[in-house]
Antibody, heavy 128, light 106 residues
């Protein structure tokens, strides 16, 4: 069964950093792109960036550049999202999601672009 | 950035109704559009990708159409389990989501 299992809820103070992990099972982490998406309470979905777990290449949304890092440890099939200098408006549920695009595929079509498996979400609370 | 505008933002419907949700892109995105369903407290679920391709395991009452700047998600006969919030998503240039459409029971 293909699944992504995320780490547990976090409570952080403003200015601190948070790391959210995302462990892949039922498939090989390095085979597909991985995205990170967040959702503030009562709000819509916001894309943060993606990582190609095979190469480690990342692409971050401009809003988060300089504050976010996406990495992976292939030996334990786990991806990580680090967000630094937390603010109160970073309070949200953070999701990892597998992309349909295979990591080594170079000729892609629109069918390669979607997020087909999602983690359960990790709630990050930012409060002094 | 490419903006996605969903309409309506809220929809009240009955079981058995045909429901359509529209998603308009601020510029052409070919068919690089996906639709998701999200229920309270749960992660989004992929329904449609490449504008009109049904994700494996998704009931055939869901369908998608459109290309360029205008896209439609149709639920042919609304079922009790379909009451949820629906989001469109473009992946043509980076990634953006529409604001969501909440489908509630009339």
């Amino acid at each position: 069964q293909v699944q992504l299992v995320q780490s547990g809820a976090e409570v952080k103070k403003p200015g601190a950093s948070v790391r959210v992990s995302c462990k892949a099972s039922g498939y090989t982490l390095t085979d597909f792109y991985l995205y990170w998406v967040r959702q503030a309470p009562g709000q819509g979905l916001e894309w943060m960036g993606w990582i190609n777990p095979n190469s480690g290449v990342t692409n971050y949304a401009q809003k988060f550049q300089g504050r976010v890092s996406m990495t992976r440890d292939t030996s334990i099939s786990t991806a990580y999202m680090d967000l630094r200098r937390l603010r109160s408006d970073d309070a949200a549920v953070y999701y990892c999601a597998r992309g349909k695009r295979e990591s080594l595929k170079t000729v892609v079509t629109s069918a390669d672009y979607a997020m087909d498996v999602w983690g359960q979400g990790t709630t990050v609370t930012v409060s002094s | 950035d490419i903006q996605l505008t969903q309409s309506p933002s809220f929809l009240s419907a009955s079981v058995g109704d045909r429901v359509t949700i529209t998603c308009r892109a601020s510029q052409g995105i070919r068919s690089y559009l996906a639709w998701y369903q999200q229920k309270p407290g749960k992660a989004p679920k992929l329904l449609i990708y490449a504008a009109s391709t049904l994700q494996s395991g998704v009931p055939s009452r869901f369908s998608g159409s459109g290309s360029g700047t205008e896209f439609i998600l149709t639920i042919s006969s609304l079922q009790p389990e379909d009451f949820a919030t629906y989001y469109c998503q473009q992946l043509y240039t980076y990634v953006t989501f529409g604001g969501g459409t909440k489908v509630e029971i009339k």
